[in-house]
């Protein structure tokens, strides 16, 4: 158990639709990063939050979106969902202070778009 | 742009085998680099974390090491059980913590 709890662990949405996936991070840790990875790939990065921040972005475009909120948990969006959406997500927290330590992952959210 | 590759993709050894995976990676400006699991549809765990300044680490039968100049790493199983089969990814992280990861090297030990 890493302590890292993310929900819900799977759902299905509509084309169109929007999303919001919820990460509680663990204890202590400041900086939460979330990841999209499709079946048979590695993670993506998404996003990173530190300290309420959002601290660097990866590929995705603006309709993927997020929060990083006083207790450090955090939410990601995605609007006007797509069946390329489809994936499994995945959120991570870490401690940064000053520099990087080690990341500990959910369990994940398994988002299927139909 | 890092660019994170992991050989082989998939590999199949009987039990009790010892076997190397491999990760490259293109910038050697890391800060560190972490090995973990995946069991299908679920999570990743993590194995090993190895800081830039550290040349490898230890934890039970598995062994990490890191070659920073080379652009490469090894996870190495000793012995390996059913029990480690799974999906194995490196994951670099550059100073501003970006993480960067492997397509994964997917693990069947036969009993």
């Known amino acids: 158990e890493t302590g890292v709890t993310q929900s819900p662990t799977h759902l299905i949405k509509t084309r169109g639709q929007q999303v919001t996936l919820r990460c509680s991070s663990q204890?202590?840790?400041?900086?939460v990063s979330w990841y999209q990875q499709a079946l048979g790939q590695g993670p993506q990065f998404i996003f990173q939050y530190y300290r309420e921040e959002e601290n660097g972005r990866g590929n995705f475009p603006p309709r993927f979106s997020g929060l990083q909120f006083p207790n450090y948990s955090s939410e990601l969006n995605v609007n006007a969902l797509e069946l390329d959406d489809s994936a499994l997500y995945l959120c991570?927290?870490?401690?940064?202070?000053?520099?990087?330590?080690?990341?500990?992952f959910g369990q994940g959210t398994r988002l299927t778009v139909v | 742009k890092q660019e994170v590759t992991q050989i082989p993709a998939a590999l199949s050894v009987p039990e009790g085998e010892n076997l190397v995976l491999n990760c490259s990676f293109t910038d050697s400006a890391i800060y560190n680099l972490q090995w973990f699991r995946q069991d299908p549809g679920k999570g990743l765990t993590s194995l090993l974390l190895?800081?830039?300044?550290?040349r490898e680490q230890t934890s039970g039968r598995l062994n990490a090491s890191l070659d920073k100049s080379s652009g490469r790493s090894t996870l190495y199983i000793a012995a390996s059980q059913p029990g480690d089969s799974a999906t194995y990814l490196c994951?670099?992280?550059?100073?501003?913590?970006?993480?960067?990861f492997g397509a994964g090297t997917r693990l069947t030990v036969k009993p």
């Open positions: 190895i800081q830039s300044s550290q």
């Open positions: 994951a670099v992280v550059a100073r501003n913590n970006d993480m960067r």
């Open positions: 204890s202590g840790h400041n900086t």
């Open positions: 991570a927290s870490s401690l940064r202070e000053g520099a990087p330590l080690e990341a500990f």
